[in-house]
């Protein structure tokens, strides 16, 4: 069964400081894994995506996230953290093919704090 | 701007009264979602639409239907809201998940409250 796991339910991290939040996954077949940022009282937005190619992405908000195949991870970075950054950060992966979804990891709150 | 729409934004509810809430797209999506979303914990998804073919998960309760009268737009009734059902419910779009492995572009939400 396809999944994704975040085992942090908090990071703290002080302005200036790189942040790391960590997301690894479980599938059969190709993974195609997502990372999406939810600030309080709104939806889901999206960051950046893998599909294929480089196991670097980059997206939205100076954000990047490192595909690790042999480690099954999909760890969201940015080198320098902003007061803003803080919000509630989920890794997702999709499955099932051309009626598929997304399986939602439960989430990681990210506190940057000044 | 495309975008994805919900409305209202906040709802108040008596325990076992109907409500409805309201979404609609200008992005022309092949799809749309429904998810729940508890305190800080992950959307779970309550059902989808694929252009009129409807989707239930299997552990949506009864209590919750949907209707999708054209591409734009979708609903979410709660035919008798317990105290359970207090939370946000987001609404979702994407193309075809063959062609964009389900790239979602989620609304605002609207946040149910059941007293």
């Known amino acids: 069964a396809q999944s994704v796991a975040q085992p942090e339910d908090q990071v703290n991290v002080a302005e200036g400081n790189p942040l790391t939040v960590k997301c690894t996954y479980s599938v059969s077949g190709n993974p195609y894994l997502f990372w999406y940022v939810q600030y309080p009282n709104r939806g889901l937005q999206f960051l950046l995506k893998y599909i294929t190619g480089d196991n670097l992405v980059k997206g939205s908000y100076g954000f990047e996230a490192e595909f690790n195949k042999s480690q099954t991870s999909f760890h969201l970075k940015k080198p320098s953290a902003l007061v803003s950054d803080s919000a509630l950060y989920f890794c997702a992966v999709f499955y099932g093919g051309s009626q598929g979804n997304l399986i939602f990891g439960k989430g990681t709150k990210l506190s940057v704090k000044p | 701007d495309a975008m994805v729409i919900q409305n209202p934004r906040y709802q108040v509810t008596q325990f076992g009264k109907p409500v409805t809430l309201s979404c609609s797209q200008t992005?022309?999506?092949?799809?749309m979602y429904w998810y729940q979303q508890k305190s800080s914990q992950a959307p779970k998804l309550l059902f989808h639409y694929y252009d009129k073919d409807f989707n239930n998960e299997a552990d949506t309760p009864d209590n919750f239907q949907s209707r999708r009268p054209n591409t734009s737009f979708c609903f979410l009734d709660i035919r008798s809201p317990g105290l359970g059902d207090a939370a946000m419910y987001l609404c979702?779009?994407?193309?075809?998940?063959?062609?964009?492995?389900?790239?979602?572009?989620f609304g605002p939400g609207t946040r149910l409250t059941v007293l």
């Open positions: 992005l022309n999506h092949n799809v």
């Open positions: 979702a779009t994407s193309r075809d998940p063959s062609v964009s492995y389900n790239e979602q572009f």
